[in-house]
């Protein structure tokens, strides 16, 4: 009996849940062709390894940085990729 009691009490609640939600009917809005283009979804990608002779940075949709000594300079809107060998560096005794 008791349950009966409970389930008529919380009826009122779960009527009022269940109005209160909107129905979505707005459909997603369309990008263009330049939008789409544009868009990298957050993904940018951009890798620097340094070693005792050579320095070489993979840039994936970014721009790298400035190299003037670089040997390897691959540069596109989509992948670059550049290279230099280090200056050797001497400690004093």
Do not use: H, W
């Not at 951009?46 to 050579?54: K, L």
Request: charged share 10%; with cysteine.
């Amino acid at each position: 009996m008791k349950s009966v009691l409970y389930a008529v009490a919380a009826l009122p609640l779960l009527a009022g849940v269940a109005l209160a939600t909107e129905p979505t009917t707005k459909q997603p809005v369309q990008l263009t062709s330049q939008q789409m283009d544009k868009v990298t979804a957050g993904f940018v990608f951009r890798e620097i390894d340094v070693s005792n002779t050579s320095g070489v940075i993979v840039a994936v949709d970014t721009a790298p940085p400035a190299c003037t000594v670089c040997f390897l300079n691959v540069l596109s809107p989509n992948l670059s990729v550049r290279a230099a060998f280090l200056p050797a560096v001497t400690t004093a005794p």
